[in-house]
């Protein structure tokens, strides 16, 4: 237990990394997501081939190849980042696909009905995505997206690959000193633990808060 | 008005609210609507009656193209339906529509689902929509669940407080696709003194209905499809008492034996 304590700084430090990525990444995957759902489903079938060549090409490529592509190949053209903030967009744009599909799933839970009458009182297409069926998709979807962004937390952990160093690169630093893996790999697996159960339980919460009543 | 043919393409808008000139539709191989004509004058009720997979729902879906055609020609006052887009939307929020299963915005409040067309397509201000809506909750006799969520109410009042929503755009023209079919029986008289009290406005409405009281007591005309065509047009009374073609015959004598 000793080992943990005495490196506290470091670990901890590398938990709040871990931290600012789930809860950046989060976010932006949550809006890149809905933003690609909405092409998805669009009359226009430009968008919508696009939006599904997009949720393909994530679905189908590892993180960490991901990771590893954007983080040597964008320098390369000429395009460079901090390497938090490219592991961040990486993570967002490779998320954002899981989240699709899953906001996807919930669009086809909304009765077609509800789309008409939004239609019909005279609402555009994005209008009656985003006032009408939108809200009721995710209101259906927040378990899924919850189980998405569990992953996401689980997944940060391939950017230690790529020299950021969170809670899984932090935890390694310091067991190259210390010698000690199971207290070290124990306690950041605890931390994982900790941040999953969190993401779990709000998404509970928030299930709950949104549900519509029937 | 029985079966006319397609009128040729010189005639131009006619004065009437609703025109539809010799539509066809279908779904796939099947041939729903078959050269269909229907004029409804300004202020005029034509309800249109039917058996179930005559196209009579079809015929008012296509009226604000939640149904596409296939060809002919259909005119809301005076107005070309627009294909689909921002002039079609600006132009369904003059045709208000109630639907059979009520389609309330589940996640909206009442008075939301009310005042949502007010404000986001009149881009009337909040306030106002707030008291236009108010007072037609009021009109359908639901003034009092306005903060509810439409799961929360009955079935009757989820329809009363669909038909303001549609009031709420105050169209030219309501069309009812069966309004009164997925309700309770007691209910579907509340819904129906509500449809009452829009004829005597004066709205026009096309109501496609299973209810031969409504038909015969509210409407100017009745329109009797069968096979996707209207095969008979007449006022009420001699619709029902001296209907001319076999198959109306046969189906007022299946609807009104028991």
């Known amino acids: 237990m000793n080992v943990l304590l005495d490196n506290w700084r470091p670990l901890v430090d590398g938990l709040l990394t871990t931290l600012w990525i789930t809860l950046v990444g989060g976010v932006g995957a949550i809006v890149v997501g809905v933003l690609v759902t909405a092409a998805r489903v669009s009359p226009v079938k430009v968008l919508s081939g696009l939006a599904f060549c997009y949720v393909q090409f994530f679905m189908n490529v590892p993180l ?62 994005l209008q009656s995505l985003r006032l009408v069926v939108l809200p009721q998709a995710l209101r259906s979807v927040v378990q899924p997206v919850g189980n998405v962004m569990i992953a996401l937390a689980m997944n940060t952990s391939l950017a230690a690959a790529v020299g950021v160093v969170e809670l899984t690169a932090a935890a390694q630093k310091v067991n190259l000193v210390s010698a000690q893996p199971i207290q070290v790999f124990v306690g950041a697996g605890i931390g994982y633990m900790a941040l999953a159960l969190a993401i779990g339980l709000s998404t509970g919460v928030v299930e709950r808060k949104v549900a519509i009543v029937r | ?69 296939q060809s002919g020609e259909i005119y809301i006052d005076g107005q070309p339906l627009p294909t689909e887009g921002r002039a079609l939307a600006r132009l369904r929020s003059d045709v208000g529509m109630v639907f059979q299963s009520f389609n309330l915005f589940a996640h909206r409040s009442v008075i939301d689902n009310v005042r949502m067309g007010p404000i986001k397509v009149r881009k009337m201000a909040k306030t106002e929509a707030t008291e236009l809506a108010e007072s037609l909750l009021d009109k359908v006799g639901i003034a009092d ?16 407080a669909a038909i303001a929503r549609a009031l709420a755009m105050q169209p030219k023209v309501l069309l009812f696709d069966e309004p009164t079919s997925a309700l309770d029986p007691e209910m579907v008289s509340e819904v129906l003194d509500v449809m009452n009290s829009l004829v005597a406005d004066g709205m026009t409405m096309v109501v496609v209905t299973h209810e031969m009281g409504f038909a015969r007591h509210a409407a100017d005309s009745v329109a009797f499809m069968d096979e996707g065509q209207i095969v008979e047009m007449a006022p009420p009374g001699e619709f029902f008492d001296s209907a001319r073609s076999d198959r109306a015959r046969a189906f007022l004598s299946k609807v009104l034996s028991h």
């Open chain 1, 64 to 125: 960490l190849a991901l990771l590893v592509l954007f983080v040597f190949a964008l320098p390369e053209v000429g395009l460079i980042m901090p390497l938090l903030t490219t592991a961040i967009v990486v993570i967002i744009l490779y998320e954002a696909a899981y989240v699709a599909e899953a906001v996807r799933s919930g669009i086809n839970t909304v009765s077609l009905g509800q789309a008409e009458a939004a239609r019909a009182i005279g609402l555009t297409f």
């Open chain 2, 1 to 69: 008005m029985n079966r006319t043919p397609p009128i040729p393409d010189t005639a131009g808008p006619s004065p009437a609210m609703v025109d539809v000139r010799g539509i066809n539709k279908y779904f796939g191989e099947n041939h729903v609507l078959r050269d269909v004509n229907l004029t409804v004058a300004p202020s005029e009720v034509v309800v249109v009656l039917g058996p179930s997979g005559s196209g009579k729902s079809t015929l008012c879906r296509c009226i604000n193209r939640l149904e596409t055609i």
């Open chain 2, 145 to 160: 669940k306005g903060n509810q969520f439409p799961g929360e109410l009955s079935g009757g009042q989820q329809q009363r």
